[in-house]
């Protein structure tokens, strides 16, 4: 009797050993990114354990997160910038009015100066 070489591997989501080849073999699906999930269905009913389906959930999952908290940061971002906007706002008028101020005196001096050496 020739022995038969059985290859083994383990599942990539549930470390379950599977059984690649012979008679007793397991039931397995591989990915395009030579992933290896065991999958136990009867067939015309639904699968007791997809480990496939549950790494695929799990992944959407974990990218709605990452967006749903990249989306939360954006809006916290976007508020602190309207927050410190409106800060600039407020302090805007004591600005402007100490502006107007030193503008005045600007004027003032430069009519003063004039004045001085033109007297008429």
Same mark, same amino acid.
Request: charged share 45%; with cysteine; net charge positive.
């Given at each position: 009797?020739?022995?038969?070489? $059985?290859?083994?591997?383990?599942?990539?989501?549930?470390?379950?050993?599977?059984?690649?080849?012979?008679?007793?073999?397991?039931?397995?699906?591989?990915?395009?990114?030579?992933? $290896? #999930?065991? !999958? $136990?269905? !009867?067939?015309?009913?639904?699968?007791?354990?997809?480990?496939?389906?549950?790494?695929?959930?799990?992944?959407?999952?974990?990218?709605?997160?990452?967006? #749903?908290?990249?989306?939360?940061?954006?809006?916290?971002?976007?508020?602190?910038?309207?927050?410190?906007?409106?800060?600039?706002?407020?302090?805007?008028?004591?600005?402007?009015?100490?502006?107007?101020?030193?503008?005045?005196? #600007?004027?003032?001096?430069?009519?003063?100066?004039?004045?001085?050496?033109?007297?008429?």
């Amino acid at each position: 009797m020739k022995k038969k070489l $059985i290859f083994a591997r383990k599942c990539d989501w549930c470390n379950r050993e599977i059984t690649l080849n012979g008679k007793d073999s397991d039931s397995y699906v591989v990915t395009a990114e030579h992933r $290896i #999930f065991c !999958i $136990i269905q !009867i067939p015309g009913k639904p699968a007791e354990r997809d480990c496939m389906a549950d790494y695929l959930n799990n992944t959407k999952q974990k990218l709605y997160e990452h967006t #749903f908290k990249k989306e939360l940061e954006k809006k916290e971002k976007e508020q602190k910038e309207k927050e410190e906007k409106e800060e600039k706002i407020k302090s805007m008028p004591r600005v402007l009015a100490k502006l107007d101020a030193l503008q005045k005196e #600007f004027k003032d001096r430069e009519w003063k100066e004039r004045l001085s050496k033109h007297p008429s």
